[in-house]
């Protein structure tokens, strides 16, 4: 390969990189800030997401999620603080990861909670006529926390009925959460340091050889 080329294909590669970067950082802040057209363009017509509350495409995921912020009562709100993308480029395809900081502001039997949870997202990303979009958008959960906001403690019997037992170590609180408000936590969430992230990572190791 002569210098020329390869000054190209660096070239390519960070025009390719910059492009990714852009969309993994767009879909959260359009997701926070209620842009949905701008949501969908970050993701391919076939688009898979896996989160703690969904696994299902990524066209329902932002149906879903423009019910959820219609319903949203005043003062509710969340918001995703995300990190610089790590990637891998092979061709068309590529893996990046971002590291999550997720705040929600919300109510548990009427008192003010703060849901934090910590997570990353292993994306499969495809470029296709010429644009990069996800593929694959699939979290991976490592510590969570739910706090009452009032500094004078929660009400006498408000987590009387908390019951962990049930939900993965890794974002416990934000599963208990989901039930509390009333909806139904995915049953196949992916957490960190176990066999369903070995696998993650092996397929989609995998899918970006072949590209």
Known sequence: MSPAVSVDQRLQNMLDEHEIAGVLARWAHARDV????????????????????????????????????????????????????????????????????????????????????WFHFFDRVEKRDGVWRILNHTAVYEQDRLDVVDPRGAPDGLFDDMDLSGYPNSCKFQQYFQRKVGRRPSDNVVCIHTPEETELIRSGEAWLAEG
């Open 34 to 117: 209620a842009d949905w057209e701008t949501l969908a363009g970050c993701f391919h017509a076939d688009a898979m997401v896996q989160i703690s509350w969904i696994h299902d495409t990524a066209s329902e995921f932002i149906e879903r999620s423009r019910g959820l912020a219609a319903n949203r009562k005043p003062g509710m709100r969340s918001k995703h603080e995300i990190t610089g993308p790590n990637l891998r480029l092979n061709g068309d395809r590529a893996l990046g990861i971002i590291d999550v900081h997720l705040m929600m502001r919300s109510k548990v039997d009427d008192t003010e909670v703060d849901l934090q949870s």
